[in-house]
């Protein structure tokens, strides 16, 4: 199969992940999937193929004769899409785009005004959803891009590599990805996950990153004789949210800017929750960001009263910048391979995180690669062919020219 073709085959298996669910993986759906990539690593011709009772799929290319004493190089992904949109009954459309919107459904487009940047792709063929579902670019088509690379390699047996493992990781979307990820098994020294978006991004640099639980416990009266007496835990938690700065969520950074990012809430006068993440590359303001949340707690809890107001505040990941900067080589070998693919390599810092950036922290130096893709999680998402053949070229060169 050619890389589009494997890409929306990948696509057909829905595979959201479930942060409520406490198995590993989170949802059957993906261990689906992971037996039907098990079955197509056998195909290509890798060795020590299988999956683990995790999820976790893994397979090796064996060196090249000569080559056996090379540094490992490996190449990750994830099979799970976010759980935000719906994933499954994906019906991907196959568009050639020549400019203006591209209507998805009789209610929905991906309109140029929105996403000026979709001007680039005029004259290319684009895949799509149907304004339904997301697409599950992120991060079937960092699947797809591996496997063709790899199974070009085996076709081509006269182009030597050296020892080149490969996982496929469960649960990347809700943040366990590397949870239970097999490092000695895996044995490379360094790798790449091809998690990223626009064609020629490469990035070693994303956001510290936590996760903070404010509840809220109130005091509900009957509101006749609530005077004085009603602590409204619902009215309490909107004083909490428009306490933090409000220029300082997603809506109004970019860049390095950090955020605080409220992504649920539920409450009523008796008990409120308020779900956050909290962003920031640079680590000093990350921690200021931190005690900030839990100074408006302890401030409120003094008007209020004590144990009203409660944090509990979680680190999740680390910018994985300082791991990487020992091994900048691995940057320069990224580089090197998109020049050589005719691609502009394009150094961004991720307003996220990935797989890598935790296995960077356990002794994996793992940056993250583009994979052509474009509005992630959504039903707007979109993927050109010609950025995942590209991204093909370029692991090839990758894997060859470790």
């Not at 261990?31 to 011709?45: H, Q, S």
Request: aromatic share 8%.
């Amino acid at each position: 199969m050619n890389v589009s073709e494997r890409f929306l085959k990948y696509v057909s298996f829905g595979t959201n992940s479930d942060e409520e669910s406490a198995s590993c993986p989170s949802t059957e759906s993906q261990l689906v999937l992971g037996r039907y990539l098990v079955d197509e690593l056998v195909k290509i011709g890798l060795a020590e193929v299988g999956i683990d009772e995790n999820g976790y799929v893994y397979g090796v290319l064996p060196a090249s004769k000569g080559r056996e004493n090379d540094a490992s190089v490996g190449f990750i992904a994830h099979m799970d899409t976010s759980s935000a949109v719906k994933g499954d009954g994906i019906k991907p459309q196959r568009v050639l785009y020549q400019g203006g919107d591209i209507a998805l459904n009789e209610k929905e487009s991906i309109r140029l005004a929105d996403f000026p940047y979709l001007a680039k792709y005029i004259g290319q063929e684009i895949i799509t959803t149907d304004g339904t579902t997301l697409l599950g670019a992120d991060d079937k088509a960092g699947i797809a891009e591996i496997f063709t690379a790899l199974e070009y390699l085996v076709a081509h047996p006269e182009i030597s590599h050296g020892r080149i493992p490969v996982c496929i990781t469960p649960d990347e979307e809700i943040g366990r990805g590397a949870d239970r990820f097999d490092l000695k098994r895996f044995s490379a020294d360094w790798a790449y996950t091809v998690d990223g978006g626009e064609l020629g991004e490469i990035e070693y640099e994303n956001f510290n990153a936590a996760s903070a639980k404010i509840t809220i416990h109130g005091v509900n009266i009957h509101p006749g004789s609530a005077k004085n007496k009603m602590k409204n835990a619902s009215l309490l938690a909107s004083e909490f949210i428009s306490m933090l700065p409000k220029a300082e969520t997603p809506s109004h950074t970019e860049g390095y800017e950090g955020f605080y990012h409220l992504c649920g809430m539920q409450g009523d006068e008796s008990n409120a929750v308020l779900q956050y993440i909290i962003r920031d590359h640079d680590r000093e303001k990350f921690e200021s960001r931190k005690r900030f949340v839990e100074n408006l707690v302890s401030y409120l809890n003094g008007v209020y009263g004590e144990n009203t107001f409660e944090a509990v505040i979680r680190d999740s990941y680390y910018n994985m910048r300082e791991k990487i900067l020992p091994h900048m080589h691995i940057i320069d070998n990224a580089v090197n391979a998109m020049k050589q693919a005719n691609v502009e390599p394009m150094i961004v810092a991720i307003r996220g995180g990935t797989d890598g950036a935790r296995l960077s922290f356990e002794g994996l130096p793992c940056p993250n690669l583009s994979t052509g893709g474009a509005n992630f999680h959504g039903i707007h998402e979109f993927i050109p062919v010609p950025s995942m053949e590209k991204m093909v070229e370029i692991l090839v060169t990758l894997m060859k020219n470790q």
